[in-house]
């Protein structure tokens, strides 16, 4: 089946500082990826997807970055805020799964006021 | 409150014992889907409903495990005979019909400890 991981477990910024959070996955036949936040005890949380037709996908103070050529996912945070603590994950989708979405283990972000 | 809903948010059972759990997912989204998450993991997908329709079941969903979708509307995951490895956080998300990809909301889980 498809792999998900994440290169960094944990990462401590700055209050104000941009974050870049990365994942790699394994197949190539994605077409779909979405980034989620999850704070503890609740539910993973949407932030922003992209398309494997895209290369660069921007939100409201992230950008979403796909690397098809190396299976590179990177979601990016501008002026992170004490708001953004919680474990982010990369979701991915194969082309034949139509809904079967499988994640990484996530990466913890801790802002630092 | 318009998003995906889960019920309970928290159930202890003793091992042996039969849980059911309910999800009521966003009024228009007809696709459901029940994911499974231990701690320090992402969630591992279950099965899928498209409807009333289950369309897909992983094989992480022993023969303990059940979910329906009566009416392609609310869900129910039932897992009979509980081990203490099914603890974990069961958690619902739906999603629109609209092509392959389309976002799924997540509820907020219903975490399971079996002592």
């Known amino acids: 089946g498809e792999s998900v991981g994440l290169h960094l477990p944990t990462l401590s910024v700055q209050e104000g500082d941009n974050s870049i959070i990365n994942c790699a996955y394994s197949n190539s036949a994605s077409d779909y990826f979405i980034w989620y936040k999850q704070e503890s005890g609740k539910g993973p949380q949407f932030i922003i997807d992209i398309r494997s037709n895209m290369d660069k996908r921007q939100g409201q103070r992230v950008t979403v970055l796909l690397n098809k050529t190396v299976k590179h996912l990177s979601l990016q945070i501008a002026a992170t805020q004490p708001g953004d603590s919680a474990v982010y994950f990369c979701?991915?989708?194969?082309?034949?799964?139509?809904?079967?979405?499988?994640f990484g283990s996530g990466t913890k972000l801790n802002v630092k006021p | 409150d318009t998003g995906v809903s889960q019920n309970p948010r928290h159930k202890i059972t003793k091992r042996g014992q039969n849980v059911t759990f309910r999800c009521d997912p966003i009024?228009?989204?007809?696709?459901l889907y029940w994911y499974r998450q231990t701690l320090g993991q992402g969630p591992e997908f279950l099965t899928y409903?498209?409807?009333?329709?289950?369309?897909?079941k992983s094989r992480l969903l022993s023969d303990r495990f059940s979910a329906e979708r009566p009416k392609g509307s609310f869900s129910t995951l039932e897992i009979q005979r509980t081990e203490q490895g099914d603890s974990a956080m069961y958690l619902c998300?739906?999603?629109?019909?609209?092509?392959?990809?389309?976002?799924?909301?997540f509820g907020q889980g219903t975490r399971l400890t079996v002592v």
């Open positions: 409903f498209q409807n009333e329709a289950q369309l897909e």
């Open positions: 979701a991915e989708k194969g082309t034949l799964h139509f809904n079967k979405f499988y």
């Open positions: 009024s228009e989204h007809n696709r």
């Open positions: 998300a739906s999603s629109l019909k609209g092509g392959m990809n389309t976002e799924a909301f």
